[in-house]
């Protein structure tokens, strides 16, 4: 079938994007869906700083390539064997999909699918197959989902059904943004009652988890960004505080929990030094492949801190985002907060200078 997306014709282009559009909005021939997968009408694609490194060339993914990774939609088309999802089902899209069968898969959720992880760095589908194409030539998936077009074929794994009255908004948001920045917190950082969780960086991953330790019983959050706007907005989201770094490191902050939501050097480091003794440093942010910190080893072992990673806030989607909805509908998650605005496909590359400026939380881009 046809459809239209937005393709990445080649990284690391001069910004603004809006004069060299990167992106170019192409019309594209989809292939039916093969055995375990599903054809899948787009409804609403959240822009995400995973979009933009690969634009930017931070991450390096096979050229052309069909961006877009965080998506929800309604199934149109199965294929064989897939009997647990009905035609007219509302999807939530998630950037990994999971085997269920290899080692990794085994860790509950702290490591990536191996084969998963393997496909989307070929930039293809779980079976090592692609369904797009343009005049002929293959057209490479975004981690599975190459959710900036009108339509998706995608693996039955990349995908967690939710109810009808999830709106497109949020649920495309649960799949990244909530997942990774959600997931973090109540998967790798824990916190208790009584517990303060420091978010340092509050783009769309650093929010959610900032919405969704405020979501937890009894827990002190305190938003920290550069920029004064996002410091404002975590206030109205219900923040206890919100800090530049050089105001917390003024204050003496300390919390037991602190996510780092940047995938900066710099802002590993401000996380660290936030960590209270014993408290958990949780970093979701990616950094540049040749990124390095500085840091003394002192502090982890004389005062029981613990430095932990999180991909994909260490969860696993069948599990975590039932969860999310369920907070969601008990309006204890306002997902739709994170919303800065929506914007047409047309307009994706001047989407991605926003959000290489911070100006946006997440950019929705409706298909409707």
């Given at each position: 079938?046809?459809?239209?997306?937005?393709?990445?014709?080649?990284?690391?282009?001069?910004?603004?994007?809006?004069?060299?559009?990167?992106?170019?909005?192409?019309?594209?021939?989809?292939?039916?869906?093969?055995?375990?997968?599903?054809?899948?009408?787009?409804?609403?694609?959240?822009?995400?700083?995973?979009?933009?490194?690969?634009?930017?060339?931070?991450?390096?993914?096979?050229?052309?390539?069909?961006?877009?990774?965080?998506?929800?939609?309604?199934?149109?088309?199965?294929?064989?064997?897939?009997?647990?999802?009905?035609?007219?089902?509302?999807?939530?899209?998630?950037?990994?999909?999971?085997?269920?069968?290899?080692?990794?898969?085994?860790?509950?959720?702290?490591?990536?699918?191996?084969?998963?992880?393997?496909?989307?760095?070929?930039g293809t589908l779980m079976t090592g197959e692609r369904r797009l194409s343009r005049g002929g030539d293959p057209v490479h998936h975004h981690?599975?989902?190459?959710?900036?077009?009108?339509?998706?074929?995608v693996d039955r794994r990349s995908v967690v059904p939710v109810p009808a009255d999830v709106p497109a908004e949020v649920?495309?948001?649960?799949?990244?943004a909530v997942l990774t920045g959600g997931g973090a917190v109540i998967n790798a950082g824990r916190p208790q009652r009584g517990d303060t969780v420091i978010v340092v960086g509050l783009g769309g991953v650093g929010m959610a988890a900032v919405l969704t330790a405020l979501a937890q019983d009894d827990v002190r959050?305190?938003?920290?960004?550069?920029?004064?706007?996002?410091?404002?907005?975590a206030r109205t989201m219900g923040a206890h505080a919100a800090y530049t770094p050089d105001e917390a490191r003024e204050a003496a902050l300390k919390a037991t929990v602190v996510i780092e939501a940047v995938g900066h050097p710099k802002a590993v480091e401000t996380a660290v030094d936030l960590t209270a003794a014993g408290g958990r440093t949780v970093c979701v942010g990616l950094p540049h492949p040749d990124a390095r910190i500085t840091l003394?080893?002192?502090?982890?072992?004389?005062?029981?801190?613990?430095?932990?990673?999180?991909?994909?806030?260490?969860?696993?989607?069948?599990?975590?985002?039932?969860h999310f909805v369920d907070l969601w509908r008990s309006g204890r998650l306002p997902v739709e907060s994170l919303v800065s605005s929506t914007i047409p496909l047309d307009d994706i590359n001047t989407g991605m200078d926003q959000l290489a400026d911070g100006n946006a939380v997440r950019q929705i881009i409706r298909f409707d």
């Open positions: 079938m046809k459809i239209r997306g937005a393709v990445l014709e080649q990284i690391g282009c001069e910004r603004p994007y809006a004069q060299s559009r990167p992106l170019v909005v192409d019309d594209l021939d989809l292939a039916p869906p093969g055995a375990g997968e599903l054809l899948v009408r787009i409804e609403a694609a959240g822009m995400c700083h995973s979009d933009l490194s690969v634009v930017d060339g931070s991450r390096i993914r096979p050229m052309p390539m069909l961006l877009g990774h965080e998506a929800a939609g309604v199934v149109e088309e199965v294929g064989g064997g897939v009997t647990d999802v009905p035609v007219g089902q509302r999807l939530v899209m998630t950037f990994l999909p999971r085997c269920g069968g290899c080692e990794a898969c085994a860790t509950n959720g702290i490591t990536p699918c191996v084969p998963g992880s393997a496909a989307n760095a070929a981690l599975g989902v190459s959710g900036f077009a009108t339509h998706a074929v649920a495309s948001l649960l799949g990244c959050v305190i938003g920290l960004d550069q920029l004064p706007a996002k410091l404002e907005l003394s080893p002192l502090g982890f072992v004389a005062e029981g801190r613990s430095l932990i990673g999180s991909y994909l806030g260490s969860a696993v989607p069948s599990r975590e985002i039932p």
